[in-house]
């Protein structure tokens, strides 16, 4: 079955990686792209791997909603939002318990102090049992 792993951060560790004046040091951004580098290498070389992709900033973010049936549009970060989507694994694997399993070891990564995400991905099997 298809699991999409969702990994959320603030702007805050945006601008501690990425910021004008960063606290990361270069050692810090190193472990953390070897960190996913060798977990999408483990991924692919299991035969699990289908997608990875990181996301920009909160700040680049662009709202679109609805009023009275006309988009309107809204830059900037979601309103009142203190994590927001920061990429997403999409894998398959044999069971949840083993998407849980790579989301506990992307919970691990260096730096990463938010929240992780696994869901089934709707298709031709039912969403498993929790």
């Known amino acids: 079955m298809k699991y999409m792993i969702l990994v959320h ?14 606290s990361w040091r270069d050692e810090h951004q190193a472990g953390l792209e070897k960190a996913m580098t060798d977990m999408n290498a483990d991924l692919e070389k299991s035969g699990e791997f289908i997608d990875a992709v990181g996301l920009a900033a909160p700040v680049h973010t662009r709202q679109v909603v609805l009023k009275d049936g006309v988009p309107v549009v809204t830059d900037g970060p979601y309103a009142e939002t203190q994590e927001v989507l920061a990429g997403y694994w999409m894998v398959e694997c044999d069971s949840f318990d083993r998407a849980t399993e790579i989301a506990a070891r992307l919970a691990r990564a260096p730096g990463h102090d938010t929240a992780v995400y696994v869901r089934p991905v709707l298709g031709d099997e039912p969403a498993p049992e929790l």
């Open 9 to 22: 951060a603030s702007q805050q560790g945006y601008d501690q990686m990425f910021g004008d004046d960063p």
